[in-house]
């Protein structure tokens, strides 16, 4: 399966994104799908993750009530709406994708390890 980001940009802080993640050669039926980012000389963190069949999420708390990951049944497609944005927030942003664990615990979801597939990334440049 290929993931397919798009929608980063260079913003100011304070503004608004929305990252999309596309499938392509199946579809996210069955999956858990991750918004994972890496800033320069960082370790790639957790964002956000969402069960795809009863589309329970997940948050770091680093973003929790300024991002919300959401998912398009009809599109195949998983959205990372990023509000609030601040300049720590700037990053290249990953999306990847496992098969659905068996049971809703975060770290299952948020350990980037356990993921198998993964998209090219996309730049995210949020300026003061």
């Known amino acids: 399966v290929q993931l397919v980001e798009s929608g980063g940009g260079l913003v100011q802080a304070g503004d608004s994104l929305r990252l999309s993640c596309a499938a392509s050669?199946?579809?996210?039926?069955?999956?858990?799908v991750g918004w994972f980012r890496q800033a320069p000389g960082k370790d790639r963190e957790f964002v956000a993750a969402?069960?795809?069949?009863?589309?329970?999420?997940f948050y770091a708390d680093s973003v929790k009530g300024r991002f919300a990951i959401s998912r398009d049944n009809a599109k195949d497609t998983v959205y990372l709406q990023m509000n609030s944005l601040k300049p720590e927030d700037t990053a290249v942003y990953y999306c990847?994708?496992?098969?659905?664990?068996?049971?809703?615990?975060?770290?299952?979801?948020?350990?980037?390890?356990?993921?198998?597939?993964w998209g090219q990334g996309t730049q995210v440049t949020v300026s003061s």
């Open positions: 990847a994708a496992r098969s659905e664990p068996s049971y809703s615990v975060y770290s299952y979801y948020s350990r980037g390890t356990l993921y198998d597939y």
């Open positions: 050669g199946r579809t996210f039926s069955g999956a858990a």
């Open positions: 969402v069960s795809w069949s009863v589309g329970n999420t």
